[in-house]
């Protein structure tokens, strides 16, 4: 796809969306999980989040609706990122797991190689918005982005991120975590049967969808993967109950430590409500069944 790799063999994942009733809430969650949670910021349109970077350039993006306002006047406009969003909000319990971003260096490129199967959005959303570093300085980032297009009975949305600003913000005090999180391993996806997403998963990702055990579809991409599992591996793995709304949608996030027993420890001493389950830590997340999950990186 167009310009997506900058200068990587693999596509890279970006961040991932996780819609919240208020930054609030998001921020004491997170919190209390023994992240460094960055201070808010309001976008353009209406909507705020409040993020969680890692060390591998990942990030988790807390969102919720900071002037309704703005953005009831972004979705009467069709902005598709807040309509996007606004669907979402409206057919889900929160907090969830609503989209995920892929990084690139070419969003117009990205979209006009999903026109060319069929699979993309004609709009591309450009906003700047304004933030906090944390060292107190008011700072400025700028960003394109271009849309997969929605599957009917999808429960994600898959977009392409690319940053406008010339300098990259210095987030490094933000990657710190108390709770000893370095990066985001994988995603964790459900769908019926597996293979029924195959394509939009391919192409958005760039990937080749390899078999893996029980029948799942793995993509791997630059630092991380995607993994497409059945209900049965979700409680086998992660003892996540079956989800009966159907179609392709996010189960869980997969987080790396550096070590489990530590983290674990931190983990019962905040109160967590955490169980090991397959040699993961799991932390149910989300009120419709997501998780998110720890595990010990390779030595």
Excluded: W
Excluded at 203 to 213: L, N, Y
Excluded at 273 to 291: E, I, Q
Aim: proline share 5%.
């Amino acid at each position: 796809m167009g310009g997506q790799h900058d200068g990587c063999a693999k596509r890279s994942l970006d961040h991932v969306v996780l819609p919240f009733a208020s930054l609030d809430e998001a921020r004491e969650l997170f919190s209390g999980l023994g992240f460094t949670v960055a201070p808010d910021a309001v976008h353009p349109f209406g909507t705020g989040n409040a993020c969680v970077f890692f060390a591998d350039g990942t990030y988790l993006e807390p969102l919720a609706i900071a002037d309704p306002a703005v953005y009831d006047a972004a979705k009467t406009g069709e902005n598709l990122f807040v309509v996007r969003y606004a669907g979402f909000r409206s057919s889900h319990r929160l907090p969830s797991i609503s989209a995920l971003a892929f990084r690139s260096a070419d969003a117009t490129g990205d979209r006009a190689s999903l026109a060319q199967k069929g699979l993309g959005e004609a709009e591309l959303v450009e906003f700047s918005r304004n933030f906090r570093t944390p060292d107190g300085k008011d700072a400025s980032v700028s960003f394109r982005l271009a849309f997969a297009r929605a599957e009917p009975d999808s429960h994600v949305s898959f977009f392409f991120c690319q940053p406008l600003h010339a300098k990259a913000p210095d987030r490094s005090a933000l990657t710190r975590h108390a709770n000893g999180v370095s990066g985001l391993a994988r995603i964790v996806l459900s769908d019926c049967p597996p293979d029924k997403s195959r394509e939009l998963l391919a192409t958005v990702a760039d990937a080749r969808a390899d078999k893996g055990i029980d029948g799942r579809l793995c993509f791997e991409l630059a630092g991380t993967a995607l993994h497409v599992i059945s209900e049965a591996s979700l409680f086998e793995e992660f003892g996540a109950e079956s989800k009966s709304s159907g179609g392709l949608c996010i189960r869980g996030i997969v987080l790396t430590v550096s070590d489990m027993a530590a983290s674990r420890a931190f983990l019962a001493a905040s109160g967590c409500s955490a169980k090991m389950t397959g040699g993961r830590l799991v932390v149910p997340f989300g009120a419709d069944g997501t998780f998110i999950a720890f595990e010990e990186s390779p030595a």
